[in-house]
């Protein structure tokens, strides 16, 4: 039987306007939402139309005073928060809260049966928000806050995320690295050669969470063949090792060879090929269970593909 796949998008995520010429551009949705129209894939999903998520949620990972200075600044019109690459508009607040509930949504679907797995079609991006702080086009951490959902709101107890996205999650490591309930694994350029330059191999957490970050950072070039190889000899046998109760996946289609910001040369195949492996790891160990959420990836065309 065919799996039933949910899809989160709201044309409210364009209202967020990080100003002219700024790759993480309200585009990127078009043009993933205009192809899934253009190819009758949408009749195939079932949309899940997101709800701004409750500031209690927001909470459980960022400092209040932090949410309440973002606000702010949306408030009074200011152009960026916190750093120069983080460019705001007056809906933004709004809408980075709408990103958050995308994924509360997809959770609920998903446990309570409505969908198999989902995808979340979501901006702005979240996994360089940390604590208190914006970074990298991120203000609070979308993926994160699902994962801590799912195990406050719905009781899970091991929640595994996979972020394949070019720059390293560091907001991702940042809130989970003393907790041995979260596996952040993650697939990056080389942090010498890429933003935000963390996430060395021998970042593997703090405390009682050693062991339970493992970073994957490749040299400039990479393509499918490295990236396969870790998936098959390290990234799969710790998450059969973890046994995580649902799987989250960090996508950042940035990787690809075509992408302006890095230089990782993945193709269309190689993602495909990592989606299958990890759905295939969800199918035998997670119920199937498992959400993705779009970060980075900034070549229209790909993002579409």
Same mark, same amino acid.
């Given at each position: 039987m065919a799996s039933k796949t949910g899809y989160v998008y709201d044309p409210r995520y364009q209202q967020h306007d990080p100003g002219t010429f700024h790759p993480e551009r309200p585009e990127r949705l078009r043009a993933i939402h205009q192809r899934l129209l253009d190819t009758g894939l949408l009749q195939h999903l079932i949309l899940l139309p997101p709800e701004p998520a409750p500031l209690n949620w927001i909470t459980t990972l960022h400092d209040p005073e932090y949410v309440k200075r973002f606000e702010a600044a949306c408030a009074k019109g200011f152009a960026i928060f916190q750093s120069a690459d983080n460019g705001i508009c007056a809906a933004s607040y709004e809408i980075a809260r709408l990103a958050v509930g995308g994924v509360l949504k997809a959770c609920d679907a998903v446990l309570a049966g409505e969908v198999d797995n989902a995808f979340c079609a979501i901006r702005p991006p979240g996994h360089h928000a940390e604590r208190a702080r914006a970074m990298g086009f991120c203000f609070f951490n979308n993926i994160a806050l699902g994962a801590r959902y799912l195990q406050q709101h719905h009781g899970l107890g091991r929640i595994a995320i996979v972020d394949w996205d070019v720059h390293h999650g560091n907001?991702?490591?940042? !809130?989970?690295?003393? #907790?041995?309930?979260? @596996?952040?694994?993650?697939?990056?350029?080389? %942090? =010498? *050669?890429?933003?935000?330059?963390?996430?060395?191999?021998?970042?593997?957490?703090?405390?009682?969470?050693?062991?339970?970050?493992?970073?994957?950072?490749?040299?400039?070039?990479?393509?499918?063949?490295?990236? !396969?190889?870790?998936? #098959?000899?390290?990234? @799969?046998?710790?998450?059969?090792?973890?046994? %995580? =109760? *649902?799987?989250l996946i960090s996508a950042g289609f940035d990787a690809h060879a075509d992408d302006p910001l890095a230089h990782i040369r993945l193709s269309r195949n190689?993602?495909?090929?990592?989606?299958?492996?990890?759905?295939?790891?969800?199918?035998?160990?997670?119920?199937?269970?498992?959400?993705?959420?779009?970060?980075?990836?900034?070549?229209?065309?790909?993002?579409?593909?």
């Open positions: 907001g991702t490591q940042h !809130l989970f690295e003393e #907790d041995p309930t979260v @596996l952040y694994i993650s697939t990056h350029e080389d %942090p =010498d *050669f890429c933003y935000p330059g963390t996430g060395r191999r021998h970042e593997r957490g703090r405390g009682a969470g050693t062991g339970y970050t493992l970073n994957f950072p490749f040299p400039p070039d990479s393509g499918d063949v490295d990236y !396969l190889a870790v998936m #098959d000899q390290e990234i @799969l046998p710790a998450l059969k090792k973890f046994q %995580p =109760d *649902f799987l190689g993602y495909r090929q990592l989606g299958q492996a990890l759905v295939g790891f969800a199918r035998e160990f997670c119920q199937g269970r498992v959400i993705t959420v779009l970060e980075g990836g900034y070549n229209l065309e790909v993002l579409a593909d």
